[in-house]
């Protein structure tokens, strides 16, 4: 570690000659049609010797001679300009850039040799275009198609990145935190493809600039909205219904972008619920989730912006089981509350400022009640209610600075301070029907408020064939009395070996300070978050990654690579054997957990991609391995986490048949997850079966596959609006992959005795439950 400060200081103290260049040309690539900054923009010279590329937020700065130039702009996907200008002093420009339809244009400048180690970036648009259930695009699903990323369970959204649970992904939305990143039990994430711009996933080599977690960063940016045009969308699907509504606020200056989503399976419903209203016996169920985006962002004469955009997602489940002689009732309800205030400026021609301000709320809560109706006529019905809630909240403080001092060496540097509370269990039990107790109040898990900071350095430095970003991370924790310090070196290197072919290698330490207690690994919202304590350590990893990457033909379009990596992991925390927060109300959940667990994951990722043209996609398969160890589980051996999947292989295709038809595939395999699984039966003292266990995850539910397939047909109305219609099959071929296994105990029946507890035990039958069989889709798109 100290090493990497000192290559730091060192790097960070030379160079000193790349201040005499005599002017800077600063400013902002932007698209023409909408006003979105371009973050893949880059500017040359004729002769190639001095250039620049755009930083996340479009911004450049190139250092020139006095005198004449002759500047080639280009940028992935967009036309390439010639801009001839006289430039005699500083100066600022703006740089309007036309979407192109030209292949041979977006495969040259889309280059893999140029992306960090460990950084998946697929356009949105080709994320989209993915099939997924009920034809609803998800950006998660997606990303979870490509090597070294999957899903928890099938249909849900919740990521597994080399084997790491999904507490381990830091998700930011136009960088507030994200705490549940899916709907639905994770069958949808709350990232909502028609807000989105672009999509960032770090699954290694990652920046000084990012922490907090041990797995991964997925940075997710909002539209900014369109300056240029108002411009409507609306999309009708089978149970869900999107709105998009952009525009400007006044014409190349300001704009805003409101997007709105909503899901009601109470039509689908219905008849069940008015079968039960009539005073039948009945099993009812309703869904519904909501979540909207805002943006709005105003840019200055001095080339600065102010932002503010907002998210609020929630979700509502309600089953319900009524028969004449009682009637149970069970309501679930969470969401995410984001805001984010944010001020770029450029304070020099190579100087940009960054402050931002941002606001996390994430909710959840249980609710069971039940009615019994057995007493003799006149008594009062006995009721009992059963309440769980957790809630997390933070704000937190930034400010950030790239100074580029030369084309070839940029610094940055930043500073920032969040303040968590967690509240990770609020009891509240009362009555006496079916629950043999009096009224509980308590909240058995006090608010625990706590100070994270951090302060980063990163230098960016390239050459002629390779590229090296070394940076240092320090952070901290505040909890009571107790302060935690971590010390995060990272190093990345490229080496361009030849025009097609590369390495690259990356080195990190992270801290995560907070940790998640799950009782299915998959982030559902009924798992708990956590602060580390006094007695809870932070959690620490170790990852290094080598990789190698091939353009198999000149113009790029086709890709190779295979990357290799192993993480070490330590201070992790789980629930011990047979408890969780859910039944043991009375405990505090420091006393529930099995502390200082240590973990290890290794693998190999490859992939091959074809970019562009009338058939693209790709093809991506992943050995990997991840294992758990602690002294209260499992005897203290080492066993299999969860989601230790040793292959997973991904085929995606998109098809262009013509200017009105596509078709999409995507194929998936995956080992069975790993799970815990009865291997005998015994009998209790009443004479009741009980199940015996001899290990934690040494069983594997089946392996699973499926296949989905998707066509759009695009056209135009008379009144000249796109429109589209888009049809699909989910699990084509009709695939029975388990989403969970249930135990069934067989007894055989007494004639006589209709008391089915008191019949003698047989067997026990272990029931494989598939959830997902053919589901047909359409949507319907228009643009208003």
Same mark, same amino acid.
């Given at each position: 570690?100290?090493?990497?400060?000192?290559?730091?200081?060192?790097?960070?103290?030379?160079?000193?000659?790349?201040?005499?260049?005599?002017?800077?040309?600063?400013?902002?690539?932007?698209?023409?049609?909408?006003?979105?900054?371009?973050?893949?923009?880059?500017?040359?010279?004729?002769?190639?010797?001095?250039?620049?590329?755009?930083?996340?937020?479009?911004?450049?700065?190139?250092?020139?001679?006095?005198?004449?130039?002759?500047?080639?702009?280009?940028?992935?996907?967009?036309?390439?300009?010639?801009?001839?200008?006289?430039?005699?002093?500083?100066?600022?420009?703006?740089?309007?850039?036309?979407?192109?339809?030209?292949?041979?244009?977006?495969?040259?400048?889309?280059?893999?040799?140029?992306?960090?180690?460990?950084?998946?970036?697929?356009?949105?648009?080709?994320?989209?275009?993915?099939?997924?259930?009920?034809?609803?695009?998800?950006?998660? /699903?997606?990303?979870? $198609?490509?090597? @070294? %990323?999957? +899903?928890?369970?099938?249909?849900?959204? *919740?990521? =597994?990145?080399? #084997?790491?649970?999904?507490?381990?992904?830091?998700?930011?939305?136009?960088?507030?935190?994200?705490?549940?990143?899916?709907?639905?039990?994770?069958?949808?994430?709350?990232?909502?493809?028609?807000?989105?711009?672009?999509?960032?996933?770090?699954?290694?080599?990652?920046?000084?600039?990012?922490?907090?977690?041990?797995?991964?960063?997925?940075?997710?940016?909002?539209?900014?909205?369109?300056?240029?045009? /108002?411009?409507?969308? $609306?999309?009708? @699907? %089978?149970? +869900?219904?999107?709105?998009?509504?952009? *525009?400007? =606020?006044?014409? #190349?200056?300001?704009?805003?972008?409101?997007?709105?989503?909503?899901?009601?399976?109470?039509?689908?419903?219905?008849?069940?619920?008015?079968?039960?209203?009539?005073?039948?016996?009945?099993?009812?169920?309703?869904?519904?989730?909501?979540?909207?985006?805002?943006?709005?962002?105003?840019?200055?004469?001095?080339?600065?912006?102010?932002?503010?955009?907002?998210?609020?997602?929630?979700?509502?489940?309600?089953?319900?089981?009524?028969?004449?002689?009682?009637?149970?009732?069970?309501?679930?309800?969470?969401?995410?509350?984001?805001?984010?205030?944010?001020?770029?400026?450029?304070?020099?021609?190579?100087?940009?400022?960054?402050?931002?301000?941002?606001?996390?709320?994430?909710?959840?809560?249980?609710?069971?009640?039940?009615?019994?109706?057995?007493?003799?006529?006149?008594?009062?019905?006995?009721?009992?209610?059963?309440?769980?809630?957790?809630?997390?909240?933070?704000?937190?403080?930034?400010?950030?600075?790239?100074?580029?001092?030369?084309?070839?060496?940029?610094?940055?540097?930043?500073?920032?301070?969040?303040?968590?509370?967690?509240?990770?269990?609020?009891?509240?039990?009362?009555?006496?029907?079916?629950?043999?107790?009096?009224?509980?109040?308590?909240?058995?898990?006090?608010?625990?408020?706590?100070?994270?900071?951090?302060?980063?350095?990163?230098?960016?430095?390239?050459?002629?064939?390779?590229?090296?970003?070394?940076?240092?991370?320090?952070?901290?924790?505040?909890?009571?009395?107790?302060?935690?310090?971590?010390?995060?070196?990272?190093?990345?290197?490229?080496?361009?070996?030849?025009?097609?072919?590369?390495?690259?290698?990356?080195?990190?330490?992270?801290?995560?300070?907070?940790?998640?207690?799950?009782?299915?690994?998959?982030?559902?919202?009924?798992?708990?978050?956590?602060?580390?304590?006094?007695?809870?350590?932070?959690?620490?990893?170790?990852?290094?990654?080598?990789?190698?990457?091939?353009?198999?033909?000149?113009?790029?379009?086709?890709?190779?690579?295979?990357?290799?990596?192993?993480?070490?992991?330590?201070?992790?925390?789980?629930?011990?054997?047979?408890?969780?927060?859910?039944?043991?109300?009375?405990?505090?959940?420091?006393?529930?957990?099995?502390?200082?667990?240590?973990?290890?994951?290794?693998?190999?990722?490859?992939?091959?991609?074809?970019?562009?043209?009338?058939?693209?996609?790709?093809?991506?398969?992943?050995?990997?391995?991840?294992?758990?160890?602690?002294?209260?589980?499992?005897?203290?051996?080492?066993?299999?986490?969860?989601?230790?999947?040793?292959?997973?292989?991904?085929?995606?295709?998109?098809?262009?048949?013509?200017?009105?038809?596509?078709?999409?595939?995507?194929?998936?395999?995956?080992?069975?997850?790993?799970?815990?699984?009865?291997?005998?039966?015994?009998?209790?003292?009443?004479?009741?079966?009980?199940?015996?266990?001899?290990?934690?995850?040494?069983?594997?539910?089946?392996?699973?596959?499926?296949?989905?397939?998707?066509?759009?047909?695009?056209?135009?109305?008379?009144?000249?609006?796109?429109?589209?219609?888009?049809?699909?099959?989910?699990?084509?071929?009709?695939?029975?992959?388990?989403?969970?296994?249930?135990?069934?105990?067989?007894?055989?029946?007494?004639?006589?005795?209709?008391?089915?507890?008191?019949?003698?035990?047989?067997?026990?039958?272990?029931?494989?439950?598939?959830?997902?069989?053919?589901?047909?889709?359409?949507?319907?798109?228009?643009?208003?």
């Amino acid at each position: 570690m100290r090493v990497v400060l000192i290559v730091c200081v060192m790097i960070s103290s030379q160079l000193v000659w790349s201040q005499n260049k005599p002017v800077t040309l600063n400013g902002r690539f932007v698209e023409a049609e909408s006003g979105e900054p371009i973050p893949t923009g880059a500017i040359v010279n004729g002769d190639r010797k001095v250039g620049a590329t755009a930083n996340k937020y479009g911004y450049f700065s190139v250092r020139l001679n006095l005198g004449n130039h002759a500047l080639t702009i280009t940028a992935l996907g967009y036309e390439t300009q010639l801009l001839r200008m006289t430039v005699r002093q500083d100066t600022s420009i703006l740089i309007r850039l036309k979407s192109s339809t030209l292949p041979e244009v977006i495969v040259r400048k889309q280059d893999i040799h140029n992306q960090p180690i460990g950084v998946v970036s697929i356009p949105v648009a080709k994320l989209t275009r993915v099939p997924m259930l009920l034809g609803e695009a998800d950006i998660l /699903k997606a990303l979870a $198609l490509t090597p @070294g %990323v999957t +899903n928890a369970q099938e249909g849900t959204a *919740g990521l =597994i990145v080399r #084997g790491s649970g999904s507490d381990q992904n830091l998700m930011l939305l136009d960088d507030a935190p994200v705490y549940n990143a899916t709907h639905a039990f994770g069958f949808l994430s709350v990232f909502n493809p028609d807000a989105v711009r672009q999509v960032e996933l770090y699954k290694g080599g990652f920046p000084a600039r990012y922490g907090g977690r041990l797995a991964s960063v997925l940075n997710v940016t909002m539209k900014e909205g369109n300056n240029q045009r /108002k411009n409507r969308d $609306l999309s009708i @699907g %089978v149970v +869900n219904s999107r709105l998009l509504w952009e *525009g400007p =606020i006044r014409k #190349g200056v300001s704009s805003y972008m409101v997007s709105g989503r909503l899901a009601n399976t109470f039509l689908l419903a219905l008849p069940t619920w008015l079968r039960g209203s009539l005073g039948g016996s009945v099993d009812y169920t309703s869904f519904v989730l909501f979540d909207v985006n805002a943006k709005v962002n105003h840019q200055f004469k001095d080339n600065s912006q102010l932002f503010l955009s907002f998210y609020k997602g929630q979700d509502y489940l309600r089953t319900e089981t009524r028969t004449p002689s009682y009637q149970t009732a069970s309501r679930l309800n969470w969401g995410n509350s984001t805001a984010t205030l944010r001020y770029n400026k450029p304070l020099r021609s190579n100087l940009f400022a960054r402050a931002l301000t941002t606001f996390t709320h994430f909710a959840n809560t249980t609710t069971e009640v039940t009615e019994d109706r057995r007493g003799s006529q006149g008594d009062q019905a006995k009721e009992g209610q059963f309440k769980l809630s957790n809630t997390i909240r933070d704000w937190s403080g930034r400010v950030d600075f790239d100074y580029i001092l030369s084309r070839n060496y940029t610094l940055q540097a930043g500073v920032e301070h969040f303040w968590h509370a967690y509240a990770p269990g609020v009891v509240r039990v009362s009555g006496n029907a079916l629950m043999e107790f009096d009224t509980i109040s308590r909240q058995v898990n006090q608010t625990t408020h706590t100070q994270e900071q951090a302060v980063y350095l990163e230098n960016q430095l390239r050459g002629k064939g390779w590229q090296l970003n070394a940076g240092l991370r320090v952070s901290s924790l505040a909890v009571k009395s107790t302060r935690y310090y971590g010390q995060e070196p990272r190093l990345s290197a490229q080496i361009q070996l030849s025009s097609a072919l590369s390495i690259k290698a990356g080195y990190s330490i992270m801290y995560q300070y907070m940790h998640q207690l799950s009782t299915s690994g998959a982030g559902l919202p009924t798992d708990i978050w956590v602060p580390s304590t006094d007695r809870v350590k932070p959690a620490s990893s170790r990852q290094a990654e080598l990789g190698i990457y091939w353009t198999i033909d000149p113009a790029g379009n086709y890709t190779a690579s295979l990357e290799g990596y192993s993480k070490r992991m330590s201070n992790l925390i789980d629930y011990q054997a047979g408890v969780n927060l859910m039944t043991d109300l009375n405990r505090n959940w420091e006393g529930l957990i099995a502390l200082n667990g240590i973990g290890r994951s290794y693998g190999l990722e490859t992939m091959i991609q074809k970019k562009e043209g009338k058939i693209s996609g790709w093809l991506s398969y992943a050995y990997a391995r991840s294992f758990r160890r602690f002294d209260e589980i499992n005897n203290g051996q080492w066993y299999p986490y969860r989601y230790d999947r040793p292959h997973v292989a991904s085929l995606v295709l998109n098809m262009q048949l013509n200017k009105r038809w596509s078709f999409n595939l995507s194929q998936q395999y995956q080992t069975g997850y790993a799970v815990t699984l009865p291997t005998g039966t015994g009998f209790g003292i009443n004479g009741e079966p009980v199940f015996f266990y001899t290990g934690r995850n040494q069983e594997r539910m089946p392996d699973f596959h499926r296949m989905d397939v998707g066509a759009t047909y695009e056209f135009l109305s008379k009144r000249e609006r796109a429109k589209a219609w888009t049809f699909g099959l989910y699990n084509a071929y009709g695939r029975q992959n388990p989403f969970y296994i249930s135990t069934n105990i067989i007894r055989t029946p007494v004639p006589g005795n209709t008391n089915f507890l008191s019949w003698p035990y047989e067997r026990t039958q272990l029931i494989k439950q598939a959830v997902f069989p053919i589901l047909p889709y359409v949507t319907y798109r228009v643009k208003l």
